[in-house]
Structures are given as structure tokens and as C-alpha cells.
């Protein structure tokens, strides 16, 4: 797998194989009384307490870092973001309390990451990248 030029190599998720999925945060974009666009941010909170952020890059790479949870803000006009825990809004939600089994990356030299598979004992979660959304799919 190459390195983003924008955002480098950053983190490798290999650390959370054999912990446990204790709860997922995830940020949404609110507009006026639409449905929530995103999720545009999830956070990956496991059984070491360790706190790992998935998102996209403005180049459209996959990002994966340790990061805690932002507090949600206001952009006036634009709507808001905002940072909760989640409720089953996600593909992650069906795994809260498994055991991550194995984890798998695929990238470009150009480009950096461009997704991310997470296996548990009951299925697998694919994180990657289209037009700059993050995608997140039950596999």
C-alpha cells in the first residue's frame, strides 16, 4: 500500500485484531428536516479503550487514526454535524460486543489507503471511499 500525499501512511489498524467492538460514535451531517447525510466520521471505541477514527481525506483517501470523538458543531446556514453514539445507523452496530478476527487493507501507491476490512465471527465490515464519502458495508 502506497502513502497519501496529503495525509502520509497514517494509522495501522492491525493493533485491534483480538480486541473487542465495545461501542461505535459516529458524526452526521443535519440539514433542515432532511435525513442525515454520512456517516462522515466513525470512531471504533474497543476493549482496550483505544479509540480509532475512520473518515475520508479532501483527496479522497481512507483515513485511519487513533483520534477521540469531536464535539459536534454548528455551521449555520450549512446545517450542523453531529457526534453521537450509534444506535444501529451503521454496519458496525451489528458487531458491538465481537472480538475484530482480522483486518485487511487496499491501497494505491498514488493514493494511500482506499479501504479497509474489518472481519468478526459473525461477518465482516468494509470502510472505503467514493467521491470523497466515506462507505461503510456489511459483507
Request: charged content about 25%; aromatic content about 8%; glycine content about 12%.
Amino acid at each position: 500500500m502506497g502513502k497519501c500525499p496529503l495525509h502520509g501512511v497514517g494509522g495501522r489498524p492491525d493493533y485491534l485484531v483480538g480486541r473487542r467492538l465495545e461501542q461505535v460514535v459516529a458524526s452526521w451531517h443535519l440539514y433542515g428536516v432532511g435525513a442525515p447525510s454520512g456517516p462522515l466520521d466513525v470512531w471504533l471505541i474497543d476493549s482496550e479503550a483505544v479509540t480509532t477514527r475512520i473518515t475520508t481525506g479532501s483527496d479522497w483517501c481512507l483515513i485511519v487514526e487513533q483520534e477521540v470523538p469531536f464535539a459536534g458543531y454548528d455551521m449555520a446556514e450549512s446545517g450542523r454535524v453531529a457526534v453521537a453514539p450509534i444506535e444501529g445507523e451503521t454496519p458496525f452496530a451489528d458487531h458491538l460486543g465481537e472480538t475484530v478476527l482480522a483486518v485487511r487493507e487496499e491501497g494505491a501507491p498514488e493514493n494511500g489507503r482506499l479501504a479497509l476490512e474489518i472481519t468478526f465471527g459473525s461477518g465482516r465490515v468494509r470502510c472505503d471511499t467514493w467521491s470523497g464519502d466515506l462507505r461503510l458495508a456489511n459483507k
